[in-house]
């Protein structure tokens, strides 16, 4: 299909979760994955839009390689550049949920360019279902970084993906995206540049995931307070540099989830309420209108050059997190609202970095996806295609 100039780069961040592995059965089940969460949930209000079924795809099982066809192929003509594939590396060689990538590398198919986003948080007893009150993490899987060796081996692995002519580059540099750049020791981007250039390659691109605010606070080098957190709605410029020129990071992934909601809910209330949730496991409804958090959800630094923004389709974590984390109104109309907005961010960038992060293609038991389903079909789909062709 002949399709016309697109007017940004969007990057989907994809979840390879959705295919049994023994941790899983481990501690919820044989068999589980987070289709087992979508499948049970419920509506908790009037109009809650609980369980959300799959249309085209089903309940899919990502070993079948005809799916992960399916999936490129919707993504291709929705204008998607490619997908951004989650990738677990907890350190000492050990990796979780990379069946589906490393098939994806080793049989070329499908051709569909990809990236790697490092996933670089422990998993806990919390990561695909929600606590209890009074209950404490059980650790599965911890985020270690055990040191040089260990990065050589990491990047190893990664250099099959990075030589492979579907990889996504930016700037002749293949793209890595770091989900916590602010863990990340500080040794290991030099430990990787140098890595790349002895291998042939022009460089690593790097990129850290950030909110455009914070709860926690940023400190420099001799201690001084450099960004207050607090989810000050005004401190995204702090975050950004702070990723980019303190911690070595090529450009940052935009989010701004923590600071629509902040401003949507009122500040305090806001941090009453993670610290109820986070902290003490306390469960209370937690909803916000999706039309009110677009309004919030961009700032002036995401058209700076070196920030990509992203697109938040919809959001509902209830089927993990219980009654936190819900978005009402998130249709594919107000979805393209937000789509317009992101492109406006883009139209001084150079076209190389005109890049939107999607999140995500396939996030179901966060609510968070643009696959087709039982409610909206292909609407999500179509308007991205809509707004990004010419």
Not at 195 to 214: D, E, P, S
Not at 346 to 352: I, N, P, R, T, V
């Amino acid at each position: 299909m002949e399709q016309k100039n697109k007017k940004a780069r969007v990057i989907a961040f994809y979840l390879p979760q959705f295919h049994p592995i023994p941790e899983n059965d481990k501690w919820w089940g044989k068999g589980f994955t987070e289709w087992t969460n979508v499948a049970k949930a419920k509506p908790l209000f009037r109009g809650h839009y609980q369980p959300r079924i799959p249309a085209d795809l089903g309940f899919y099982d990502l070993r079948v390689p005809e799916v992960r066809e399916a999936q490129a192929q919707m993504a291709r003509e929705a204008g998607i550049e490619g997908f951004c594939y989650w990738h677990y590396w907890f350190g000492n060689g050990k990796q979780l949920l990379e069946r589906p990538f490393n098939e994806v590398l080793a049989s070329g198919k499908p051709d569909f360019p990809f990236c790697l986003g490092w996933a670089n948080h422990s998993w806990t007893t919390k990561t695909w279902t929600k606590r209890k009150m009074g209950q404490t993490d059980g650790m599965i899987a911890q985020q270690l970084y055990p040191g040089k060796e260990d990065y050589i081996a990491h990047f190893m692995y990664a250099l099959k993906a990075f030589k492979d002519s579907r990889y996504i580059c930016i700037d002749g540099k293949p793209l890595f995206v770091v989900f916590d750049p602010y863990a990340l020791p500080p040794d290991f981007i030099p430990c990787w540049r140098e890595l790349a250039i002895q291998n042939g390659l022009k460089g690593i691109h790097f990129v850290g995931y950030t909110q455009n605010t914070n709860g926690r606070g940023l400190k420099d080098m001799n201690g001084n307070v450099y960004a207050k957190g607090l989810f000050d709605p005004n401190e995204a410029a702090k975050y950004y540099n702070f990723v980019t020129e303190r911690l070595g990071f090529d450009a940052v992934a935009s989010f701004g989830t923590w600071r629509s909601e902040a401003l949507v809910k009122n500040r305090f209330w806001f941090l009453l309420h993670r610290q109820l949730s986070v902290r003490f496991n306390v469960s209370m409804l937690d909803k916000y209108d999706y039309h009110k958090i677009i309004r919030h959800y961009y700032v002036n630094e995401d058209k700076w050059e070196n920030v990509y923004p992203s697109l938040l389709p919809q959001w509902d974590r209830s089927p993990r997190s219980g009654m936190n984390g819900i978005y009402v109104n998130s249709t594919p109309d107000n979805f393209k609202k937000m789509v317009v907005a992101a492109l406006d961010l883009l139209q001084d960038k150079q076209e190389e970095h005109k890049i939107l992060f999607l999140k995500s293609w396939n996030e179901w038991a966060e609510g968070n996806y643009v696959e087709p389903d039982l409610k909206y079909g292909h609407g999500f789909l179509d308007v991205l295609k809509e707004c990004l062709f010419d």
